[in-house]
C-alpha cells in the first residue's frame, strides 16, 4: 500500500498563500479597473470601443484565472483536514 505524505504546516502556508494571492488580484483588478474607466471616459468613437472590449475580454479570462484558485484552495483544504483526520484515528489504534 502506498503511504500518503503531506507536511500539514507547509499545506496550510500554502492555502494561506493562495487565499491572499486571490484577495490580492482581487483589489489590483478592482484598482485598475478604476483607472480604465477614467481613461474609457477620455476617449471616443473607435479607439474607445476596441479598447473597451479588449479590455473586457482580458478582464473577463483574468477573472476565471482568479477564480481558478478556490477549487484549489478548496482541494488542499479537504485533503489537508483528512489527512489530520486519518492520523488522528490512527493514532487510536
Do not use: C, H, K
Not at 500539514?8 to 485598475?32: K, W
Amino acid at each position: 500500500m502506498t503511504m500518503i505524505r503531506m507536511d500539514i504546516d507547509q499545506a496550510q502556508q500554502t492555502i494561506d498563500t493562495m487565499r491572499r494571492t486571490m484577495e490580492e488580484f482581487n483589489a489590483q483588478l478592482s484598482a485598475l479597473g478604476g483607472s480604465v474607466d477614467g481613461l474609457l471616459g477620455a476617449w471616443e468613437g473607435n479607439a474607445q470601443i476596441q479598447f473597451n472590449n479588449t479590455w473586457q475580454d482580458w478582464r473577463s479570462r483574468f477573472t476565471t484565472s482568479i477564480n481558478e484558485l478556490q477549487p484549489m484552495i478548496t482541494g488542499l483544504t479537504t485533503e489537508r483536514q483528512q489527512i489530520i483526520d486519518a492520523d488522528s484515528s490512527s493514532s487510536f489504534m
